[in-house]
């Protein structure tokens, strides 16, 4: 009788198999691995070392290094690694706001020192100088959305540090409402498509716990800014979104009639076009009723805001409900003026009305 391996068929002798028998290891394979507690402490401690002298590195005072995590270091690492990719030291990427992280390998002396041939550095006074006649404060971000700078003045706006920011996450989206994201990812695509093109979009940021108690919620910020290619050749590593983020007026809860003076409404036809308009409307727009009516809502968006004022006009149409949309409308002096509108449709479906919030 002849037995063949059940694994590669071939006939053998009885009670033979091309296979090493069950307790014997084949030459040359190697024995697994198992961690003891002296390895894996030995781990946690190259690891602690490894953290403590990034920790070293960071261009912030002693106190604020001695506050740190490990999760606010490796994201402040990350920051400052992400940052010196876009702003090489050495090149004309130094006029970024903040110094290059020195890697362990080099001189972090000879990576923060100015070159020779330039003027001495005015100093921190002046660069808080500056940055206090901004009205809010600057944002870098790399093509994919990740944080790349945040000025120091954020703490005066949102009442988070930097580091508190960053531990939100490494991305804006982290620091943003998540109702604004789909709106902030398109236009962050729109820009990055057409490098140049300046964008603007509105959206409630995460502050601190004292700002919200102060002032009954989250802080909405004006983010408006374009991508910038920092080097030659153009490419989406070399490209960042400089950004300016200013705050407007508090966004309106669904639930918060708000003050009758920073408002107006409108009735239209399911058209958008104007059937009636509050006289408020000439304070915060500029218009007198009669000029509006029998105009198209769209006729005052900005461009860029046609779409998104489309989708909540075609979500209300069908019956969706009320539908709420941050969007620019042009005011008779030719300036743009932000509005928080919320549309529900009235008079037996036959109609629209919105309400808008003057947010600048």
């Known amino acids: 009788m002849t037995i063949f391996c059940s694994h590669c068929h071939r006939p053998l002798q009885a009670e033979m198999s091309c296979l090493p028998r069950r307790g014997k290891q084949a030459p040359g394979a190697s024995k ?26 960071l261009p912030i005072s002693a106190r604020e290094k001695e506050r740190l995590s490990y999760l606010h270091t490796m994201a402040l690492v990350c920051l400052r690694l992400r940052g010196a990719q876009l702003f090489p030291p050495g090149t004309c990427g130094t006029a970024v706001p903040h110094a290059s992280l020195a890697l362990p390998h080099q001189d972090s002396a000879s990576l923060c020192a100015p070159p020779a041939d330039s003027a001495p550095p005015a100093g921190p006074a002046l660069g808080a100088e500056l940055l206090s006649l901004l009205p809010g404060f600057l944002l870098v971000l790399s093509a994919n959305g990740k944080l790349v700078y945040i000025s120091e003045n954020v703490a005066q706006v949102l009442g988070l540090s930097v580091v508190e920011l960053l531990a939100q996450g490494d991305t804006v989206f982290d620091i943003l409402d998540g109702r604004a994201h789909e709106d902030a990812r398109k236009k962050l695509l729109l820009a990055h498509e057409e490098p140049g093109r300046e964008v603007t979009f509105v959206s409630e940021m995460r502050t ?16 408006r800014g374009r991508f910038t290619a920092l080097r030659w050749p153009a490419s989406p590593s070399t490209a960042a979104f400089l ?4 705050p407007v007026a508090r966004l309106p809860a669904d639930d918060d009639a708000g003050s009758q003076d920073d408002l107006f409404q409108s009735m239209h036809i399911l058209d958008m076009t104007f059937t009636d308009v509050t006289e408020s409307v000439t304070y915060h727009l500029g218009y007198r009723r009669e000029e509006l009516i029998g105009q198209s809502w769209y006729s005052l968006l900005h461009p860029e805001d046609a779409d998104l004022a489309a989708a909540q006009h075609r979500a209300v149409a069908l019956g969706a409900g009320a539908g709420t949309a941050v969007l620019r409308v042009l005011r008779r002096d030719r300036t743009w003026a932000w509005l928080c509108v919320s549309a529900r449709r009235d008079g037996g479906g036959r109609a629209i009305t919105c309400t808008s919030h003057c947010l600048r």
């Open 208 to 223: 601190s716990k004292a700002f919200r108690l102060q002032h009954g919620g989250n802080r909405a910020m004006a983010v």
């Open 32 to 57: 697994p691995f198992r961690s003891t507690k002296s390895a894996s402490k030995a781990r946690r401690d190259q690891i602690n070392v490894e953290l403590q002298a990034l920790r070293s590195l």
């Open 243 to 246: 950004a300016l983020c200013t």
